[in-house]
Nanobody, 126 residues
């Protein structure tokens, strides 16, 4: 079982930056591929970014390409999302997700993920 805890959200102005972190813990913790998703009120949760186990392959939704960067530290078991040039439309609750340890290929599909954090709120004012 893997527990995921997000941090780093907050209220910022358009154009600012934030870095989200997701710490993994639990017995025999070895997260597989990981990803970030987000949900805004009235909408379904959507894919933001994903990274494979080694960190060598990443995927992004089109709206964040060139602004967001996903990375991971497998020694510290932390997933990051560096968000630059934030826009009001980035306002959402951001969720960290992990696949099982044997599933190392990144996925853009939320149903492929086995473990989820509770989310962290990001609010971008105009």
């Amino acid at each position: 079982q893997v527990q995921l805890v997000e941090s780093g959200g907050g209220l910022v102005q358009a154009g600012d930056s934030l870095r989200l972190s997701c710490a993994a813990s639990g017995r025999a913790v070895n997260p597989g591929a990981m990803g970030w998703f987000r949900r805004t009120p009235g909408k379904e949760r959507e894919f933001v970014a994903a990274i494979n186990w080694s960190g060598g392959t990443t995927y992004y939704t089109d709206s964040v390409k060139g602004r967001f960067t996903i990375s991971r530290d497998n020694v510290k078991k932390i997933l990051y999302l560096q968000m630059n040039g934030l826009k009001p439309e980035d306002t959402a609750v951001y969720y960290c997700a992990s696949r099982r340890s044997d599933r190392i290929v990144a996925s853009t599909t939320q149903h492929d993920y086995d473990y989820w954090g509770r989310g962290t709120q990001v609010t971008v004012s105009s």
